[in-house]
């Protein structure tokens, strides 16, 4: 897959983050192009506010153009503030004047120019959408980068309703650009959905969490085979809502429990309810990371829980359960174990055994497995 980012006068080498792990995948797509291409028959504008930008297309297109130009940066992924990050670095652009943002920050950036990409998630762009219109003063516009065939007139409507009207561009390769302009109305946000498993653990989903509203089945399996013991250690890897990392606490009172995860929004969920299930206490620890590379030294844990992502955005890739995995070996202390859970399909044991040299299938039923090696 190139890296070679070539259009009209910019030329770039982006990649994915981490750059080695999925060489096979592209760090853009057809409407980052697009987006870079309506501005550039734009004046110039002197500040940006650039929402969803994957791994820093949009920030290295504008930079390499614009090199004074002061930018807002929103994304939820740290692993997409990384690879932007990392993406300017390698062009030599500079990191001077952008602000490193996450959503919380929406609703009172402004700037000129704002792009943004169509997340696939249409709550969450919905919620984008509420944010902005209480920090975009009437008339701003909004540039919305995305692929022709999710543009359609109930996409369209969706805008209007939590921004302002909105019209879309003519095709090109594939994308298309929709233009939306703030009618000044300040739309509320909704508060994060609540809701309540079988086990009475309230659990709270803000709109970027994966299973927000509901238990993930692979989650709910894991919980029906937790493993019996004193942990003193619990690493929740990917912890999304938090509800491994949660009934964790609660079955192992003694234990330090930390959550982890890439989504802001994740880790921002789980730490609200631990407070709604009054668990909140100093031996709770909640970390936004790409899987376990800032996980405190001092932590060695007894026991890690795993229910792996097997995408990044829209890419099917393997890449992130097996660095869950390699970086969960590392910080287990001897003796101290692995939990898994996956699709049967996706052969996670093979991986295990490779890197363990040990791999016990705890439970199984005709869709998931749980796996479960020991260091
Ligand atoms: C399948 S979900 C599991 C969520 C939760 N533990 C559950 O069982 O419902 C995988 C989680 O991994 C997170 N994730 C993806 N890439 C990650 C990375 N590089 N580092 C840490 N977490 C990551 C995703 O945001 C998602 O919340």
Redesign the pocket.
Known sequence: MTTQFQLDDLQLTLTRYPANANANLQAWDAADEHLLKVIAAEPAAGSALIINDSFGALVCGLRQRQPMIQIHWVAD???SHLGAQENLQVNRLSGDAINWLTDEALTDVAAELTLLKLPKNLNYFAEQLKALSQSLPAGSRILIGAKAKHINQALLALIAEHFGPASASLTWKKTRVITAIADGKARPLAPPVRWQTDEQLTLIGMAN???ATK??I??RF?LQHLPQGEFKQVV??????????LTAAQRYPNASVHF????YQ?VSSASLASLANSLATERLHFHW???LTNLPADVAADLV??????H?GEAITDH?AW??FVDAKKRLQQGGMLQV?GNRHLGYHIKLKRLFGNCETVAGNSKFVILRATK
């Open positions: 992924a740290k692993t969490v994966f299973a238990l993930d692979g989650a894991m929740d890897l990917g912890c999304g809502n938090g509800v491994l990392g982890v995860d890439d989504a994740a990371d790409d899987c829980l795993c229910n792996p992502p097997f990044q992130i660095q869950m859970v």
